[in-house]
Structures are given as structure tokens and as C-alpha cells.
């Protein structure tokens, strides 16, 4: 399969725990995107790579948040001291040009 | 500021039969893209269709077209002869720096095909 990837696929922890999330995009991709998605509404952007550079960062995304592109190949997300309000589907996206992005299956987080 | 707007939270067809979606959008930007993207309940965000803001032509994808106005900012899909299988959540998004970051979606349509 030469799609997006992501792992996990869900996610369970308790308030205050720290979590990470991995991406892999398609290979020739340079630029990854990450998106949180919450219940009944569309994505909302997080954070942007181009190659290993991180260009773009979104207001949503706290002091609690830090992703990281190193070597420009996979990214990881990492949340900690998670709160409730951070249950989600965190999505990622690839792509090769300034148009159309390519999805991952998402990570659904709960945290309790 | 950028923004999409999607006023059908629901929508019902037959199958065989055509459906559009209701998309417009907000931006000072002269160049600009917008997509359509379809959502089954498994999750995965599944890119259906994409139209540059100077495209002369409606963008096509097989069953798939976009009407395209843009005095009016708007951006419809139209699904023509439709399946069971395109039950789904449909969102509308727009990229609107050119620098080409990050999509702006809508809050979607969900699209539900009967037999």
C-alpha cells in the first residue's frame, strides 16, 4: 500500500498522560499536513512540514503540542499532559504540490 | 478571512439519480483552489475533485463535476447517477495562500443514497 499511513489507528488514555502519533506520507511527498478533526465538523488545521522544515503552525495548536519531520520523511505528533478536550481524530495529509492533499486513516484519540 | 460555508447538513437521493452540494466561500485572494473531499464512516478523508480559481473549465472526475461560479463564490458538487457506496460525509475546502498550506473546510453534507 503506497497511501498515507498512520499509527495507531486509536488511542485511549487518561487525563494527563502524554501521547504520540506517527505519519507516514507517500513517499514523494514533501509537504505534510496534520488536521484535527472533532466530531460533526470538517478538519481544522494544525501544522505544516515542508521537507523537515516546520513553516506553518496554527493558533490551535497549544504549548502542548509539538510535531516533528525529522530527515523530512515521517512525522510525529506528540501531545502531553493531555486534557479531555483534545479527543479527536488527528488526520494527516501528504502531498507533492500545492494542490490536492492525500489522507491518512487518522488516529482517534480518547482521553478520559 | 477564508471561509467555506456548506448550508446542507443532510441530504437524500435515490439511487441513478444526480445530487448537488452546496459549497461558497469567502477570500480576498485572487488565486485560490477548492476541493472536494468524501468521508465514509471509516474515517479516511478521500479526495474527489479540485478546481484553480483560473480554470476556465469545470473541473470533471468521472461521476464527479464541480460547478464552478465564481462571481457568485460558489462551488457546487454534482454527483451524477449515484450509488449506494457514495453514502458519505462530503466536505467542501478551500486553499487560499498561495504559499499553498493548509485547506479550510466546511462543516459537510452528509449524503445519504437510498435504493
Known amino acids: 500500500d503506497t497511501g498515507v499511513s498512520q499509527d495507531p489507528r486509536h488511542k485511549i488514555t487518561k487525563r494527563g498522560q502524554n501521547v504520540t502519533f506517527r505519519c507516514d506520507p507517500i513517499?514523494?511527498?514533501?509537504?505534510l499536513y496534520w488536521y484535527r478533526q472533532t466530531l460533526g465538523q470538517g478538519p481544522e488545521f494544525l501544522t505544516y512540514?515542508?521537507?523537515?522544515?516546520?513553516?506553518?503552525k496554527s493558533r490551535l495548536l497549544s504549548d502542548r503540542f509539538s510535531a516533528e519531520r525529522p530527515k523530512g520523511s515521517f512525522s510525529t505528533l506528540e501531545i502531553q499532559r493531555t486534557e479531555q478536550g483534545d479527543s479527536a481524530m488527528y488526520l494527516c495529509?501528504?502531498?507533492?504540490?500545492?494542490?490536492?492533499?492525500?489522507f491518512g486513516p487518522g488516529t482517534r484519540l480518547t482521553v478520559l | 478571512a477564508q471561509k467555506i460555508t456548506q448550508t446542507q447538513p443532510g441530504m437524500f437521493v435515490q439511487e441513478k439519480e444526480a445530487v448537488t452540494l452546496d459549497c461558497t466561500y469567502d477570500?480576498?485572494?485572487?488565486?485560490?483552489?477548492l476541493f472536494w473531499y468524501k468521508q465514509p464512516s471509516s474515517g479516511e478523508m478521500i479526495f474527489l475533485i479540485y478546481?484553480?480559481?483560473?480554470?476556465?473549465q469545470n473541473a470533471t472526475e468521472g461521476r464527479y463535476s464541480l460547478n464552478f461560479q465564481k462571481a457568485r463564490k460558489s462551488a457546487n458538487l454534482v454527483i451524477s447517477a449515484s450509488q449506494l457506496g457514495d453514502s458519505a460525509m462530503y466536505f467542501c475546502?478551500?486553499?487560499?495562500?498561495?504559499?499553498?498550506?493548509?485547506?479550510?473546510f466546511g462543516k459537510g453534507t452528509t449524503l445519504s443514497v437510498s435504493s
Open positions: 513517499s514523494e511527498h514533501n509537504r
Open positions: 495529509a501528504s502531498s507533492p504540490t500545492t494542490n490536492e492533499q492525500f
Open positions: 477570500t480576498s485572494d485572487q488565486s485560490y483552489g
Open positions: 478546481q484553480g480559481s483560473y480554470d476556465e
Open positions: 475546502a478551500m486553499r487560499a495562500n498561495q504559499a499553498g498550506t493548509a485547506l479550510i
Open positions: 512540514f515542508q521537507n523537515e522544515a516546520q513553516l506553518e
